[in-house]
């Protein structure tokens, strides 16, 4: 069964550190992989999406990298803000698959202190 | 732009009742798509819709019916409310399914129902 594994489930930084939250995954063959953010009471919204091919993605002050020999992906955030506060989910998508097949992870809940 | 909208933001039904959630998107989106999240679990996939007039099965779909009669309009309704249905439903779309892995899913804001 395909699986997403994200870690930690939760990280507590303070504002302006950098942090880096981690995905394994299992579906193989493997398509995509993307990191989306969902502020509470929110709705996902996307950040990244990487194919098999891609190495790195950034957005901003996000930057997702992917080894697809190890099936590991991370999400870097640079100089966090109050407003990173959120859930950050990893998505893994199968090879000659539709976005109807995706496996979503459980997230990663990030907070930023002050 | 509205983007992906969910109508209601919050519902409370007793066991047994019925309930229509109505998704709207404005993004001329082909795909559209229903989630539920629960607590410590990523989103699973209830049904979904590649156009108008068609309809498929996700992975989670038994108690649920779900009606595409517009491209804009993905309708999600309980027949017979049951406890195990309390979740937060979210609504995406999407310009196409993405076999290449390059569409992105936009969702929306989510529905809070409570089954008593």
């Known amino acids: 069964k395909n699986q997403v594994e994200q870690s930690p489930q939760s990280l507590i930084i303070l504002e302006g550190k950098n942090c880096t939250l981690q995905?394994?995954?299992?579906?193989?063959?493997?398509?995509?992989l993307r990191w989306y953010k969902q502020d509470t009471g929110r709705g996902p919204v996307s950040l990244t999406i990487?194919?098999?091919s891609e190495n790195t993605k950034s957005n901003g002050r996000y930057t997702a990298t992917l080894d697809a020999d190890t099936k590991q992906s991370s999400l870097h955030i640079t100089a966090s803000q109050l407003s990173d506060s959120a859930s950050y989910i990893c998505?893994?998508?199968?090879w000659g698959a539709g976005s109807y097949q995706l496996t979503f992870g459980k997230g990663t809940k990030l907070s930023v202190i002050p | 732009n509205a983007g992906v909208t969910q109508t209601p933001k919050f519902r409370v039904l007793k066991t047994g009742q019925s309930m229509t959630l109505l998704c709207a998107q404005d993004?001329?989106?082909?795909?559209m798509y229903w989630y539920r999240q629960d607590p410590g679990m990523g989103l699973r996939l209830i049904h979904y819709?590649?156009?108008?007039?068609?309809?498929a099965k996700g992975e989670v779909p038994d108690g649920y019916n779900v009606s595409r009669l517009k491209k804009q309009n993905f309708l999600l309704g309980l027949e017979s409310a049951a406890p195990s249905q309390t979740s937060v439903y979210f609504c995406?779309?999407?310009?196409?399914?993405?076999?290449?892995?390059?569409?992105?899913?936009?969702f929306g804001p989510g529905t809070r129902l409570t089954v008593l």
């Open positions: 995406a779309s999407s310009y196409s399914s993405g076999t290449g892995g390059k569409d992105t899913q936009y």
């Open positions: 995905c394994n995954y299992t579906v193989s063959p493997f398509s995509n």
């Open positions: 990487m194919t098999f």
């Open positions: 993004m001329n989106h082909e795909y």
């Open positions: 819709s590649v156009g108008e007039g068609t309809t």
């Open positions: 998505v893994v998508g199968p």
